[in-house]
């Protein structure tokens, strides 16, 4: 079982910073991609940011230059670094990895999806 601790959401204002993190536990043979989206009140789920297992990250056009992932291989870890952030920044964040077990001499790959964390941007 596979279980995604998501932390570090609040209320800030605007312009303020927040940074939330994503810890991984469970029975995994590695982790490939890890990402968070975002779904605020009566919209649907957005793609936030991702990193792979490289390294290589992609961000939604909106948050490019404000926002910041990273990625600790030893923690099994995934942080969110928003800095700048703007009333419609307002949302529920989720966290989202793609890990990979191994059972019977081959791999399979699997999708897990954090609890959601609230981030309010609210003066």
């Known amino acids: 079982q596979v279980q995604l601790l998501e932390s570090g959401g609040g209320l800030v204002q605007p312009g303020g910073s927040l940074r939330l993190s994503c810890a991984v536990s469970?029975?995994?043979?590695?982790?490939?991609?890890m990402g968070w989206y975002r779904q605020a009140p009566g919209k649907q789920r957005d793609f936030v940011a991702s990193?792979?297992?490289?390294?290589?990250?992609n961000y939604a056009d909106s948050v490019k230059g404000r926002f910041a992932i990273s990625r600790d291989n030893a923690k099994n870890t995934v942080y969110l670094q928003m800095n700048s952030l703007k009333p419609e920044d307002t949302a529920v964040y989720y966290c989202?990895?793609?890990?990979?077990?191994?059972?019977?001499?081959?791999?399979?790959?699997?999708?897990?999806w954090g609890q959601g964390t609230q981030v309010t941007v609210s003066s």
């Open positions: 469970g029975s995994i043979f590695g982790i490939n991609a």
């Open positions: 990193i792979s297992s490289g390294g290589s990250t």
């Open positions: 989202n990895v793609n890990y990979r077990t191994k059972g019977g001499g081959l791999y399979y790959s699997h999708d897990a």
